[in-house]
């Protein structure tokens, strides 16, 4: 399959499943090397800059969608509200997801300083976010943003969230001077 057969079946297989697809499984539904289908998804990409489509990637699945700029329209047209409530609770959860996830629901339980089980289940429940098995520990799970929040957000990828790579590092940074303090008080205990 040449380069441009492989982009339309891309384009096909997206559209006609209407949800994410893994990049895995599109290389295995078309039987080529992932690496290939990277490549497609990239010229997918560029090909939908300013189109009333964009491809939505977030880093595991990829999604066809609207364009963020035809939204108004789409709702005005379609009468309904795709601007659901998710509630400061689902916002801060989702924040910590996006920017330092993926996260174990004790990772999000620990940056906000509650119990998050009924915000992530919500999240869950509407497609913002997936869980997926924890490689560290069988035990939990991940849970990482999908190609519907970033759509929602109007962006194509993590990266062109605001600040994305200035915040990921001042969270790693605190994180790190948080380590270090807990790693010095074990030493010195009062």
Do not use: C, W
């Amino acid at each position: 399959m040449n380069d441009s057969d492989l982009i339309q079946h891309i384009e096909a297989l997206l559209f006609a499943l209407g949800g994410g697809v893994a990049k895995k499984e599109l290389a295995k539904k078309l039987g080529v090397d992932e690496s290939r289908i990277t490549a497609a998804i990239s010229t997918i990409k560029q090909e939908t800059i300013g189109r009333g489509i964009v491809l939505v990637d977030d880093g595991r699945e990829v999604e066809l969608r609207t364009a963020p700029t035809t939204a108004a329209k789409i709702e005005e047209l379609g009468g309904e509200d795709f601007s659901r409530d998710i509630g400061r609770a689902g916002q801060e959860v989702l924040a910590a997801i996006l920017y330092r996830g993926p996260l174990t629901r004790a990772e999000i339980d620990f940056i906000r300083g509650v119990n998050s089980s009924q915000t992530v289940r919500t999240l869950l429940m509407r497609g913002f976010v997936r869980k997926m098995p924890n490689p560290k520990d069988e035990r939990s799970f991940l849970y990482e943003p999908t190609t519907e929040i970033l759509s929602s957000l109007g962006v194509v990828s993590m990266h062109d969230l605001p600040e994305y790579e200035g915040v990921r590092t001042k969270l790693s940074a605190l994180e790190e001077a948080y380590k270090n303090k807990e790693a010095s008080a074990d030493e010195n205990p009062a």
